[in-house]
């Protein structure tokens, strides 16, 4: 089945303790992207990638790291995360015609 | 600016009482719009691509048009399962492959 993947569901962490949001999707796509999406303010791009060592930055990318060593995985980084950061988090992976997959989430609260 | 409103907000219908959803939208270049239907907590679903005016298509009791400024969401004859969160976004004529959302129409409809 073609999908998306992320991990983990639901995250609570303290300000300042870094963590990393894993994705990984099973579909050989080149172009994957990290969302978040807030009550009232939709769902913003905060990276995207369009293959292998190729990253740049979306509409609200302060705060976040990625990486992409591997086609298949596309982590987010949160280096030293503060309370703004709390949302819910999708990956993405672009199927063309299908717009995007996208993974089941990540509701992340910090404290 | 790129941008994509959706209106109204939020609607309640009884079941069986068709309505329409609408996506405005204002883009340099338009390579396609976008349909998803998101259930709470989960991530934005597929529904509908539409790429020029005129165009429409349908599954199931949901209908989508597109013009050159806004797309219609029609829904005919709703069911209760149809309730969700519809989100319109599109995707800009460049290389970004960037989705630009709305903010979504939260959809209730009761039997």
């Known amino acids: 089945e073609a999908q998306v993947t992320q991990n983990p569901r639901y995250l609570i962490t303290v300000t300042g303790k870094k963590l990393t949001v894993t994705c990984s999707q099973n579909?050989?796509?080149?172009?994957m992207s990290w969302y978040r999406q807030d009550p009232g303010l939709g769902l913003r791009q905060i990276y995207y990638?369009?293959?292998?060592?190729?990253?740049d930055k979306g509409d609200v990318p302060e705060g976040y790291k990625v990486s992409r060593k591997e086609k298949r995985n596309f982590p987010l980084i949160l280096e030293s995360p503060s309370p703004n950061q709390t949302s819910l988090y999708f990956c993405?992976?672009?199927?063309?015609?299908?717009?995007?997959?996208f993974g089941s989430g990540t509701r992340l609260t910090v404290v | 600016e790129d941008q994509v409103t959706q209106s109204p907000e939020a609607l309640r219908l009884q079941e069986g009482e068709s309505s329409s959803l609408n996506c405005s939208y204002t883009v340099s270049g338009l390579r396609g719009l976008f349909w998803y239907r998101q259930d709470p907590g989960k991530g934005p679903e597929f529904l509908f691509t539409?790429?020029?005016a005129g165009e429409e298509k349908e599954k199931e009791r949901l209908k989508a048009t597109l013009t050159k400024k806004e797309s219609f969401l029609h829904i005919t004859a709703p069911k209760p399962e149809d309730s969700a969160t519809y989100l319109c976004a599109v995707l800009r004529m460049d290389s970004s492959y960037k989705l630009i959302f709305g903010s979504g129409t939260r959809l209730l409809v009761r039997p």
């Open positions: 990638s369009m293959n292998v060592e190729v990253t």
């Open positions: 579909m050989n796509h080149e172009y």
């Open positions: 539409l790429y020029s």
């Open positions: 993405a992976s672009y199927r063309g015609d299908w717009g995007y997959t």
